[in-house]
């Protein structure tokens, strides 16, 4: 490489995120962390050839060329300290082993790639390890959501739960340990990457040096996972303005409470509350059943559940659709059809969903319509997406109504899960 050749690439680390593009700024980080080796290689290449800072790069806000803005966003991981001094900047500082070129190069050998606040740093280096840690949870979720041959819409709700559980021991609660250190609050569990980074730092040539640069790294992924957490808990439980359709202000997170009660085993010491219940009646109002009832026996039906032997135990998790279909010839069960019906909607609400997201945004596609407002689309819209040919293999023969129980494939029976 010569000194006259230019990059063609710039290098960046983001400092907050859009909530709806998490699993793009995971691989984000992810992709930073994989490609450090070769980066840390390219920057002692412009050491050892006179290179040097980009000191013209502010993160004060008043930057028109930088690419990332402060406004707007749900997270920001440079939030000021009460002196009002910059993170980023405050980063820099102690992280002393963080190795900036030639100060007084010229304008033509003065690249960001060496600038201590964006640059490659050891700091930097930390904050994409954490945020990959915490994100790849995020992402853990998103894809056991996603990618199953059976229903899993009754799991959803205990897998918010262990996605909020883990980020807290691993980013949030407790201390990070300090090698010759002892704290009474215990110790954060963290995940490899961010573990690596750590134990690399404090290895580092004067390990005591970098405690407080770990130090600073830790509370701002800590920052980052709390506030990650409340925004994701922020619009999960959102109910909304109160309106006819919705008088209970009903949010995604009690309607996942509710179609967990398919599960005759799941939170056996957790009474439902009253908005799991509301859920509950919105679902029956849905299908037509009678509430009163279905509610009567999902309750006898937990009770029933707490008697089921280990292995009916287990089987309700990797795969509660087989189950179900052998409780229904159990004896003591057989009079619970209204429990059963309710089961039935629990497996294909989540499903219907989809379905009906997909047909709009393919009916937007076909138009060519800029408004992609899914509430701007009429009965006879819906009607117009549901007849066309592209539509044929999802919901069948286009004339016949739909079918009131669903229909599974062979694998929905064999798939276990092991999660």
């Known amino acids: 490489m010569g000194d006259d050749e230019t990059l063609p690439f710039r290098l960046f680390l983001p400092n907050m995120y859009c909530v709806t593009r998490w699993t793009g700024l995971l691989r984000c980080a992810k992709n930073l962390v994989l490609a450090m080796l070769p980066f840390r290689e390219l920057k002692k290449y412009?050491?050892?050839h006179g290179y040097g800072p980009d000191s013209d790069h502010r993160r004060d806000g008043d930057d028109s060329d930088s690419d990332v803005s402060d406004t707007g966003s749900d997270i920001a991981l440079s939030d000021s300290?009460?002196?009002?001094d910059d993170e980023y900047g405050t980063l820099a500082e102690v992280d002393y082993h963080n190795e900036v070129g030639d100060e007084r190069a010229p304008a033509s050998k003065r690249i960001q790639l060496l600038c201590p606040i964006v640059g490659i740093t050891n700091a930097n280096e930390g904050i994409s390890a954490g945020m990959c840690g915490v994100l790849h949870l995020w992402d853990q979720f998103a894809t056991r959501a996603q990618t199953v041959n059976q229903p899993v819409s009754h799991r959803m709700a205990g897998e918010v739960r262990l996605m909020t559980q883990e980020i807290r021991i691993q980013f949030i609660c407790g201390t990070g340990e300090i090698p010759g250190e002892i704290s009474g609050a215990g110790y954060r569990d963290f995940p490899l990457e961010y573990k690596a980074w750590r134990d690399a730092t404090l290895d580092g040539n004067n390990p005591q040096k970098n405690v407080e640069l770990v130090?600073?790294?830790?509370?701002?992924?800590?920052?980052?996972?709390?506030?990650?957490?409340?925004?994701?808990?922020?619009r999960l439980?959102?109910?909304?303005?109160?309106?006819?359709?919705?008088?209970?202000k009903l949010s995604l997170w009690d309607l996942l409470q509710a179609l967990e009660l398919a599960d005759p085993t799941s939170q056996p010491n957790v009474l439902p509350s009253p908005k799991t219940w509301a859920a509950v009646e919105m679902l029956c109002?849905?299908?037509?059943?009678?509430?009163?009832?279905?509610?009567?026996?999902?309750?006898?039906?937990?009770?029933?559940?707490?008697?089921?032997?280990?292995?009916?135990?287990a089987l309700a998790k990797s795969?509660?659709?087989?189950?179900?279909?052998?409780?229904?010839?159990?004896?003591?069960?057989?009079a619970f059809s209204a429990y059963f019906d309710f089961v039935r909607v629990c497996f294909t609400t989540l499903v219907t969903s989809v379905i009906v997201e997909a047909l709009f945004s393919q009916y937007d596609a076909m138009k060519g319509k800029g408004n992609k407002s899914r509430s701007s689309l009429t009965d006879e819209h819906t009607l117009e997406a549901l007849l066309?040919?592209?539509?044929?293999?999802?919901?069948?023969d286009v004339m016949c109504r739909f079918e009131g129980a669903p229909r599974l494939g062979f694998a929905a029976m064999e798939q276990r899960l092991e999660w």
């Not at 439980?237 to 209970?248: E, I, M």
């Not at 849905?286 to 135990?313: H, M, P």
């Open 46 to 48: 412009y050491l050892d």
């Open 81 to 84: 300290d009460e002196d009002g």
């Open 215 to 234: 130090r600073r790294i830790d509370s701002v992924i800590e920052r980052f996972a709390d506030a990650f957490l409340e925004s994701f808990h922020g």
């Open 237 to 248: 439980r959102d109910g909304g303005t109160h309106s006819p359709s919705n008088p209970h």
């Open 285 to 313: 109002d849905r299908f037509e059943l009678d509430f009163g009832l279905v509610r009567r026996q999902i309750q006898s039906a937990r009770t029933l559940g707490a008697e089921l032997n280990e292995d009916d135990k």
């Open 319 to 334: 795969n509660l659709l087989c189950l179900v279909k052998d409780l229904e010839t159990r004896r003591r069960w057989t």
């Open 388 to 396: 066309t040919r592209e539509a044929e293999d999802v919901v069948g």
